[in-house]
Each structure stands twice: as C-alpha cells, then as structure tokens.
C-alpha cells in the first residue's frame, strides 16, 4: 500500500502491477486465514472485490457522464477491487470515508497554503490517501478479529 501510495502521489498513477499484486494476496490471504472454510474465504473475498470495483466503476462514469470529463481513474477502480479482497464487508466504507476526508482535507489545506482558491475542477491522487487507508482498515479488521 505504501507503493501505491507513493506512486499515485507522485505521478497521479496507481500502478496495475502492485493493485493487482494487492488483490491477488488478499485472496491468498483469505484462504490462508480461513483454512477451514474451503473455498467460502477466498470466493467470499472475490465477491466483496468485485462488489467494491464495480461500485468504484459506476462512480467513475456516473462522474463521466454528468461532468463530461474523467474524476476517477481506472487505477482508483483496480485499487477498490483489491480494498475488497483484503476488508470485510462493513470495513469497506469505512476506509474509503477516511480516504475520501483524508484527501478533501489535504487538499484543502494545500490550496490554502498556497493561497489559491478551491476549484471543483481540483486534482486529488486518490489513490494515496486509499491505499493507506485500505491499510488502515485491514489492521482494525484485524484486531476486531482478535478480540
């Protein structure tokens, strides 16, 4: 996730490579994890990825649509879709909430800085503020797991 996140603050680019490496380990890790569920664990993480990158895509050209012009790259989408392998069900929108306030926050107090005025039209590298916010959420689930 650091790699992501590094990546797409740099060059407003999440790499295919390391969101498909992400989406791929958190299908292991769901089998891994669960090792008596058979396959319920890692299709169950299919599910949830698939359910994450396509509610990601309908964003994506619902914003198309009305904006006529891009708001979500494809590479936020791959990114959902490895979130969904890797969170439960009810981490999902809770990670991509602190993402989504983590980002409007950063990118408020960096026009400020600036002195420049906020603009709809604004960019945002989503992906950096996704990627450790699907960290971020692994680890709660994770520790909600244990206890």
Same mark, same amino acid.
Request: aromatic fraction near 8%.
């Given at each position: 996730? !650091?790699?992501?996140?590094?990546?797409d603050?740099?060059?407003?680019v999440?790499?295919?490579a390391l969101?498909?490496g992400?989406?791929? &380990?958190?299908?292991?890790?769901?089998?891994?994890a669960n090792?008596d569920?058979?396959?319920?664990?890692? !299709?169950?993480a299919?599910a949830?990825a698939?359910?994450a990158a396509?509610l990601?895509?309908?964003?994506?050209?619902?914003?198309?649509?009305?904006r006529?012009r891009d708001?979500?790259g494809?590479?936020d989408v791959k990114l959902?879709g490895?979130a969904?392998a890797w !969170?439960? &069900?009810?981490?999902l929108p /809770?990670? /991509?909430?602190?993402a989504a306030?983590?980002?409007?926050?950063?990118?408020?107090?960096?026009?400020r800085k600036r002195?420049?005025l906020?603009?709809a039209?604004?960019?945002?590298?989503f992906?950096?503020?996704?990627?450790p916010?699907?960290?971020l959420g692994?680890?709660m689930?994770? /520790?909600?797991?244990?206890?």
């Amino acid at each position: 996730m !650091l790699g992501v996140a590094s990546a797409d603050a740099r060059r407003y680019v999440v790499p295919d490579a390391l969101s498909g490496g992400a989406f791929a &380990l958190g299908v292991i890790h769901a089998a891994a994890a669960n090792p008596d569920s058979g396959l319920e664990a890692p !299709l169950m993480a299919l599910a949830r990825a698939a359910f994450a990158a396509g509610l990601f895509l309908l964003v994506r050209i619902a914003y198309r649509r009305f904006r006529r012009r891009d708001g979500l790259g494809l590479g936020d989408v791959k990114l959902a879709g490895a979130a969904g392998a890797w !969170l439960s &069900l009810p981490m999902l929108p /809770i990670a /991509i909430e602190i993402a989504a306030l983590a980002a409007l926050a950063a990118y408020v107090v960096r026009q400020r800085k600036r002195s420049r005025l906020l603009r709809a039209a604004g960019r945002v590298p989503f992906g950096a503020f996704f990627a450790p916010a699907i960290w971020l959420g692994w680890v709660m689930d994770t /520790i909600q797991q244990t206890l």
